[in-house]
């Protein structure tokens, strides 16, 4: 079936809405060959630049920049069977369908970690980090045979660009599915740019100011998250929509919706070219002052991606853009939409700093349809726009590691001013993506690759490690990028490498301007085999202190044996690292001096904590599991920590639960240490494994001992498509809500009786 006869048995037999209708006839004509073409021969669309730089609509104004190939995300297909269900599942996608194509469960969420990753080691200080320019490679004592620098590399021009994707991608940059070029992703109408003469002040939030705000790693940095509020409102993301809910307890009701697929430009509605574009779901939200962010991805289809095979279709997706829409919410139930920024690849992180957003994406190359070409920086620059203006990121802001990127990609960062409505700096790292954390002068990115170059000697093996010990063969590392903040001007100012891997965010901590990590690597005595079929494996935990070069200063090469690490967190000069096999040990680190880290005790009980979280002074709060198993529960554990050389368990409580968001997200807990109150979300199993219920449970912790103090229902239909991961609770005032991408419910915070819900 030919890509015009597949549009207009479309067009014809599902009834589309008037403006897709439009635009399916327009997609029809690309088919056929009767639309305009531009000067390099792809299908001209009104508004977009053309090869030599001219609209290809008269009178139409020219982006600053021309417009980038939108292939990025590693592709995932939905595959219906049958002519009429293909028909269907595009017609639906063009409309906005929520959670898949043809409600089939293919949800648009970012891929995993690509195989092979960034580059290798080193780089310059900056502000907040110790002097020195680095070295070629890392010399010294045991301890820092586990890590590499060397200086900053960034492209000096895009063939440099070009030159290293290529050799990443193994010679060839284009896709398997090849495809002919066909045009541009369609131009991006002029949006309002933001204007904050004469806004309102805003009212007092909440009842005294006094709600809750997203539980974040570092202190004065928000993270973005499904669930926000101001204490006036409640934000909820919803699949495309954003909820804004007034919490007003037993009269809690509904202000209204944000629809992200209609608010921003040139989504659902542009179906040209033969490639569809349509809004992904709203990953996170970020509150900047009046403002209200959404973050999604925009995803795009080729018409040339269907093929027919036995009597099916199929068609791909990819992620082309990370968009963030602002809002204007200074009285939320009149929110209006006042531009958007966008980078290209997919979502994976957000900070806030003041009024800063730090924005990160991975944009993958040559995955998709478009061919890469050298001479077209537009088929594998990364590029950023600011409301409809597309810039390309420049050569110098794009870092090529010192050994060469091990996959074909980026890894795009960018810091906008949300309040000044500008885009103040952009930066990118070849090489993949993985683990980011933001401390208050840097952002980091952490990048874990597998090594299968088996062939490596021994030698260079034991070199690399140290201490009478050799590396497994294909043994995982971890790239690290330093990109300083600058207030928004940022710089990629150091690259790395240290052997094993990384849990999480919480494995990474920048103090005294020194990062601290937690690592599990896997290693041989020297001399034995180090082919995994030899038993010869020895898994240990390590901590690592690497200054500003990613230079090792200081180190503790092993922590323990053949556990894996279950639970980090740095507090100032003290480390927590919880591991786990059959027991909890707990370790207590000295990182004071960053160039003798040491460890201060070890306590072993039952279970593991999976999330730690600093409560008062001298008291660390775990959640985790009860036991060796899932069956055995999870529980809460609260540790004395007053004297570090000899931390003990203070309290703990187990609940009959499964397992518990607040183990994989620590974004799902709620923790008022005033008040002596924890929340989080769990989930079990009937008896015969038929049921399963979700809970929001709430716990207090006063003088010593902890007691469940509510078991709060969270509706829960399997039928639905309902994003059980949302579950979030907010604190107002005087009441609880607990929040669902489809629900709100409120509770008294005296006794958690429920004062009333709505359904959203």
Known sequence: ???????????????????????????????????????????????????????????????????????????????????????????????????????????????????????????????????????????????????????????????????????????????????????????????????????????????????????????????????????????????????????????????????TAVDSPGSAEDLVAGRIVLPGQVFDLMLVDHYLVALVNEYTAEASGLSEWGGGASMYFDSARTKALVYDVTDPADATYVTE?????????????????????????????????????????????????????AADAIMIPADGADAAAYSVATAIDIAGGTVLGEASVMGGQGTVYMSQDNLYLAITQWDYNWDTTAETRASS????????????????????????????????????TLLNQFALDEYDGYLRLATTESVAEQGEPTDWSSDNAITRVSLLVLDGNFQVVGSIPQLIQNESIQAVRFTGAVGYVVTFLRTDPLFTLD??????????????????????????????????????????GLKLSMFNTSDPFNVTELATIPFDMYHSLAMDDHKAVWADVDRGLIGLSAYQYSEDWSELTYHYLVFSYAD?????????????DSAAQWNMDSIRGVQIGDALYVCTDHSVDAYTLDGFAKLGGISL
């Open 591 to 632: 990182l004071s001096d960053p160039t003798a880290p040491s460890i201060m005790s070890e306590l072993e009980i039952p279970g593991f904590s999976a999330y730690l979280h600093p409560w008062a002074d001298g008291e660390l709060l775990g959640v985790g599991q009860a036991g060796e198993l899932s069956s055995d």
């Open 1 to 259: 079936m030919s890509d015009q006869e597949f549009f207009q048995a479309m067009r014809d037999q599902m009834h589309p809405a008037p403006e897709v209708r439009q635009a399916l006839d327009q997609a029809i004509a690309q088919a056929s060959g009767t639309a305009g073409t531009a000067a390099d021969g792809a299908p001209a669309v009104p508004g977009m630049p053309v090869a030599d730089g001219t609209s290809s609509q008269p009178g139409q104004p020219v982006p600053a920049a021309p417009m980038p190939a939108v292939t990025a995300k590693p592709r995932r297909t939905a595959r219906l069977f049958g002519l009429a269900a293909g028909i269907a599942a595009v017609a639906l996608a063009a409309g906005g369908v929520g959670y898949g194509i043809g409600h089939q469960g293919q949800g648009e969420t970012t891929a995993g970690p690509a195989a092979g990753q960034t580059g290798r080691a080193g780089g310059t200080g900056s502000a907040g980090q110790p002097g020195g320019t680095g070295s070629d490679t890392t010399t010294g004592g045991d301890e820092e045979g586990a890590a590499t620098g060397s200086g900053v590399a960034t492209a000096g021009d895009y063939q440099a660009v070009y030159d290293a994707l290529e050799k990443a991608g193994g010679g060839s940059l284009n896709g398997q599915y090849g495809g002919a070029d066909r045009g541009d992703s369609v131009a991006v109408t002029e949006a309002a740019s933001a204007d904050t003469a004469g806004v309102k002040a805003l009212p007092a939030t909440g009842p005294g100011g006094d709600y809750s705000e997203t539980n974040v790693q570092v202190e004065g940095i928000d993270e973005g998250d499904i669930v926000k509020t101001d204490g006036r409102a409640i934000y909820i993301a919803s699949n495309k929509q954003v909820v804004i809910v007034n919490p007003d307890g037993a009269n809690t009701t509904k202000l209204g919706g944000l629809d």
């Open 704 to 716: 010593g001992e902890f007691a469940q103090v509510a078991d709060l229902a969270v509706p829960y």
């Open 465 to 500: 490690v140290g201490d009478g010990m050799v590396l497994m063969q294909g043994q995982a590392t971890t790239k690290l990028a330093r990109i300083a903040l600058n207030g928004g001007a940022l710089q990629v100012a150091a690259e790395g490498e240290i052997t094993g």
């Open 341 to 393: 920024y966008a980078q290209s690849g997919s979502y994976l992180a957000s900070r806030l700093q003041g009024n800063i957003l730090y924005l990160v994406s991975y944009y993958p190359i040559g995955s998709g349809y478009r061919p890469v070409v050298a001479e077209d920086t537009r088929t594998y620059v990364p590029y950023v726009w600011n409301g409809t203006e597309a810039t390309a990121v």
